[in-house]
Nanobody
Framework: QVRLVDSGGGSVQAGGSLRLSCVVS????????LGWFRQAPGKEREGVAA????????YYADSVKGRFTISQDKAKVTLYLQMNNLTPEDTAMYYCAARTSYGGRWDNQGDYAVWGQGTQVTVSS
């Protein structure tokens, strides 16, 4: 059974950087997805980025393209989200998630069965 433990959030000023980590345990087929979602106060949770377990493809929300990078370490133990040039609009609770089935759009939350506990990111202006 897949289990996720995410960490790395914090408070930074606009223009700063943070790297989120998510330790992945349990078996996942290579084509399954690992992703990052976020939920800001008063807003719906939205997809930020995702990648296939085998690293063959990655996907990004338009709002983070060119600023955020999703990656895994070589051992595929840890999923990362490198966030650069942060803005106050990036303030949210961030969650890593695993899609352990074959689904449609990468950001369809309903297809993700396993979630981390969340890590808070706060960006001040």
């Amino acid at each position: 059974q897949v289990r996720l433990v995410d960490s790395g959030g914090g408070s930074v000023q606009a223009g700063g950087s943070l790297r989120l980590s998510c330790v992945v345990s349990g078996y996942m087929y290579s084509s399954y997805l690992l992703g990052w979602f976020r939920q800001a106060p008063g807003k719906e949770r939205e997809g930020v980025a995702a990648m296939h377990r085998d690293g063959t493809a990655s996907y990004y929300a338009d709002s983070v393209k060119g600023r955020f990078t999703i990656s895994q370490d070589k051992a595929k133990v840890t999923l990362y989200l490198q966030m650069n040039n942060l803005t106050p609009e990036d303030t949210a609770m961030y969650y890593c998630a695993a899609r352990t089935s074959y689904g449609g759009r990468w950001d369809n939350q309903g297809d993700y069965a396993v979630w981390g506990q969340g890590t808070q990111v706060t960006v001040s202006s």
